[in-house]
């Protein structure tokens, strides 16, 4: 089975056709368990119901840094509190993004450190989204992970060597989108190419980001086996291979998931 490890189920791009027709299209292709991501803590009851609905689907709680500055302040205690329902299973996404500046840098800063401190506190994973944002991603990751006491992922890990070294050193893995499948994404590739096999994630971001060959279109969690096939073909890899591995990885890192009955 593969893992979505990120959609957002919550979006508009979801209601006409209805969230149980998008997953059972998923689950017929093969996609067993599914993240259902908060961008907005404001809406996060409405992301909670959705994976409480569906034995298959969990959430995460956070604030992207596109709302940093368009939230209420929202401390790491608050934070650790919402995560204590069973089906919260990491914070974010959470990051930085200076390529749009939706938010002042220094509230996004501020935020992320925030979403920091709950995930080490509490021991659930980061889910961090850097745009245009290298360097100071990787010294806030850097500095909670200082003692171990810090795990996530970079979420649609779209950047450069430096950034893909530096959080593998922080000992996080990084999440592969559509975008790997672009034809422009030769240097992304090669990263997804050389990383270990036990640092590796995929993902839709749906409804964002289709690979090809459905690229233009509205993403869906069925799409990430067209990211899986790429990603296993890149790496010289057995298709079957690639998924017990991520689907392995997800689990690992997201220890309070639970694993469903027929994958394990």
Do not use: W
């Not at 919260?88 to 220094?106: A, C, N």
């Not at 850097?142 to 171990?148: I, K, T, Y």
Request: hydrophobic fraction near 40%; charged fraction near 25%.
């Amino acid at each position: 089975m593969l893992v979505d490890s990120h959609c957002h189920l919550d979006f508009p791009d979801f209601a006409e056709e209805g969230v149980e027709t998008v997953l059972a299209r998923a689950r017929a292709a093969g996609v067993g368990t599914f993240v259902t991501i908060c961008t907005r803590i404001t809406e996060f009851p409405t992301v909670l119901a959705i994976a409480e609905r569906y034995p298959d689907v969990y959430c995460s709680v956070g604030i992207h840094p596109h709302e940093a500055a368009h939230q209420p302040e929202t401390t790491a205690d608050r934070l650790i509190e919402l995560a204590a329902h069973p089906k919260v299973i990491g914070f974010g996404e959470t990051g930085l993004d200076y390529h749009y500046d939706h938010s002042p840098r220094d509230r996004q800063r501020a935020v992320f450190r925030t979403h920091i401190e709950a995930a080490r506190r509490a021991g659930l994973p980061l889910i961090v989204h850097s745009r245009a944002a290298d360097e100071d991603t990787a010294a806030l990751v850097a500095e909670g992970a200082v003692d171990g006491q810090l795990k996530g992922l970079i979420h649609c890990f779209s950047s450069t060597d430096y950034l893909a070294d530096k959080s593998l050193e922080s000992g996080f893995l990084l999440s592969f989108s559509g975008i790997v499948t672009f034809k422009k994404a030769e240097e992304l590739r090669a990263i997804a190419k050389r990383l270990p096999a036990d640092r590796l994630l995929v993902e839709t971001d749906a409804p964002y980001l289709a690979p090809i060959p459905h690229r233009g279109r509205r993403n869906e969690p069925a799409f990430v086996v067209h990211t899986a096939s790429l990603l296993a073909e890149q790496r010289g890899e057995k298709l079957a291979d690639l998924e017990r591995a991520t689907t392995e990885n997800f689990f690992r890192l997201f220890a309070k998931a639970a694993l469903p009955a027929a994958a394990s």
